[in-house]
């Protein structure tokens, strides 16, 4: 009779994903992994062909927590691109590891920067077309500037050179919106 299989693939991967958090996917090992499981390597490499198979698959797990924060993060009544820019900043400093592999890794297992952003509820979409709504003639190139500010202030969170508050960013955001429109 056949030992019951007992590590599922969620399991594999939500312990993958809390390695991810803490220690940043290069601690993502196929030891650690089954330390993190509680169990041998031969059930990780049971369920999966290799390393990079994980990693892809946690990838996707990445994406879906950023996008569960954007969905979760309070909206407020502000210019377009402004939430969105206030939200990837704070889940920049409070999400580390995981901005790192999802936003900074030359590794996005075919999508783009602006697929993973995006998401499946179409949230860049959406500020585009509120922008445009607003009377913002250039809306895309809008957007793309307000990506390269909102991006190297995430980037700073990084590195500890983010100083401002909650309200300064906001205040930073709009204005660089209503200088870039």
Same mark, same amino acid.
């Given at each position: ?14 312990? !993958? ?6 220690? /940043?996917?290069? @601690? ?40 569960? =924060? =954007? ?16 939200? =990837?900043?704070?889940?920049? /400093? ?12 030359? %590794? ?5 920067? =602006? ?13 585009? @077309?509120? !922008? ?30 983010? %100083? ?6 906001? @205040? ?10």
């Amino acid at each position: 009779m056949a030992k019951k299989e007992t590590i599922s693939r969620d399991a594999l991967i939500q312990a !993958a994903f809390s390695i991810l958090r803490e220690e /940043g996917i290069g @601690q993502v090992t196929a030891r650690k992994l089954a330390a993190r499981a509680n169990c041998s390597t031969q059930p990780i490499f049971r369920i999966y062909r290799n390393m990079e198979e994980v990693s892809e698959e946690l990838f996707g797990r990445a994406c879906d927590f950023f996008q569960d =924060y =954007y969905s979760d993060f309070p909206e407020q009544a502000a210019p377009p691109f402004v939430n969105l820019g206030q939200a =990837y900043i704070k889940f920049a /400093g409070e999400h580390k590891k995981v901005f790192e592999f999802l936003f900074l890794s030359p %590794e996005r297992f075919g999508r783009s920067l =602006y697929d993973i952003i995006d998401g499946s509820g179409g949230c860049v979409s959406r500020e585009v @077309q509120a !922008a445009l709504s607003q009377g913002c003639r250039d809306a895309g190139n809008v957007f793309m500037k307000m990506w390269i500010f909102i991006h190297g202030a995430a980037c700073m969170c990084l590195t500890g050179d983010y %100083e401002l508050s909650e309200d300064e960013t906001v @205040q930073a955001l709009m204005a660089a919106y209503d200088s870039f429109k």
